[in-house]
C-alpha cells in the first residue's frame, strides 16, 4: 500500500491518498473560517487567514442520529454541547425507477439516492456503523468529505456483504460535506447513486428559517438513451466519456415534481441543502425566478449575498437561503440547461399564498406586436389591375414556397410538422383542408385561441402577417399543396371574400 501525506502546520489541512485494489481516497475540507481580508493569525497565517476554533467543549453524553430521506433533512440540533453520536448506516442494492418506464439497479446508503442526510455538531464524536445488506452483491465503503484522516474513512469501513464496519472520527469544522463510496471501480459506485450529505453544524446552530430541504445532483450512464425503456445497465464507455443519459436531482426524472415538489408558504424562508455527488458534471445550480439571499458557497461558513446561480463541483456542496415573497412553482435547474430540459435535472418549488403584484405582476397584457407601426396593416394592397389574377397553379406554388420559408417556416418548421405542444403541424392538416376560407383568413388576420389540429390542442398565437392579397393566395395555395397536403389554388377572388365576410 502506497501512502502520501502531506501535512501543513496546525493541521488546516490534511491532505491524504490511498490507493490499493479496493480503495480510493479522498482529500479532507480545508479551513473553513476563513474571511477574507481578515488580519492572518497564527504560526501558519501564510497559508491560511485565521485559526479554526478547536474548542469544542466537553462530549457529554451518546445519542443515536436521527437518519432521513431526501428531501427532508433531520431536525436542527438544539444541545449546546458535543456528543457521541452513534450513525447506522446500511448500504443496500435496489433496481427502481430512474424515469417513468425505465428501470436502474441503484446501489444506496440507506435506500435512497441521495443517501440518508446526516447532521451533526462540530465536535461531535461520531460512532459510524457501516452495515452492508446481506443481499448485496458488492463489498462497500464510505469516504465521509467530513472526516480528517486517510480515505475520510474509506480504509476503515471496507465492508463485505452481510458485514458490518464501525470506526468513529470527530468532526472538527462545520460546513456541509459530501459522503460517497469509495471502492472500486469508484466511479462506478458514484454513478449507481453511492453519495449523501453530511452536515456539520457550527456552536449554536445556523440561523433559523421555515423550511429545510435536501437535494442532491447526479449524472447517470445507461445502456440505453435517455427515455429507453426496460432495466438499463450501467455503460461505462459513457460514463468515461462523461456523455450521461440522464442528470438528475434525487435520483430519479420527476423525483421533485408535481405532488412531489417541494413546499413553502409565501412569506417564508426555505434553506436548501445542495449536493453534487457527480461522479463526472459540476452544476451551475440555479433556482428560476429566486435570488440567493444567503449562500454558503461550497458548503463552507463564508455567506455570499444577492446570488443567482452558484456552482456545485462533482464532490462538493452548497447551502443556499432564501425568502420566497409570491406564489407560483419555482423551477430548480442545473442551467447548464440541456441537462435540465432533455436530461432530467428538473425540480419544483411550490409556493403558496397571497399575491403581491408590486413584488411580480404576473401577465399584465399580450397584443400584437408590429415593429413598423399599425400603417403597415394597410400598405401593401397592390391594386388590381398590377396583380396577374391569372397566376397558374405553379406560378402561386412558387411564390408561395418563398414566402414560407421567410414567414412561417420558423414556427410551423421545414416539413410543415410544427413543434409538438406549440406550433400546429400544416403537414396532413385536417384544420388547414377543412376550410379553405377560414385558412385564408387565418393568414389574413392572425390567429389566437385554442384550436384542434389531428387531434391534438394547440393554445397559441399567430400574428397577422400583413402580405397582400395576392401573396395570401400564394402562400396559403403553397401551404394547401404541400406536406402531404392536396387542394386547388387560392384566386383573388376568395382571398377578397374572405376580407369582406
Ligand atoms: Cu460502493
Redesign the pocket.
Known sequence: MNTIKLRIPSRNLICALIASPFLIGACSQADQTSTPGETPKGSSGAVHASTPDDDFGPIIGEEHAVLTSPPMVPPPITRDHATKLIVDLE?EEHVGPIADGVEYTF?TFGGTVPGSYIRTRVGDVVQFNLHNSPDSK????IDLHSVTGPGGGAASSFTAPGHTSQFSFQVTRPGLYVYH???APVGM?IA?G?YGLIQVEPKGGLPKVDKEYYLMQGDFYTEGAYGEEGLQAFNMEKALQEIPDYVLFNGSVGALVGDKAITANVGETVRLYVGNGGPNLVSSFHVIGEIFDNLYAEGGTAVNHNVQTTLIPAGGSAIVEFKVEVPGTFIIVDHSIFRTFNKGALGMLTVTGPDDLTIYSGKQDDRIYLPEGGAIQTMPTTSAKEIPSTRTLEERMAIGERLYKANCLACHQANGQGVPSAFPPLANSDYLMADKQRSIKVVLHGLEGPIKVNGESFNSVMPKLNMSDDDVANVVTYVRNSFGNSGDKVTLEEVAAAKTE
Open positions: 448500504v446501489w458488492m463489498p462497500h465503503n463510496c469509495a471502492t459506485h449507481n453511492m
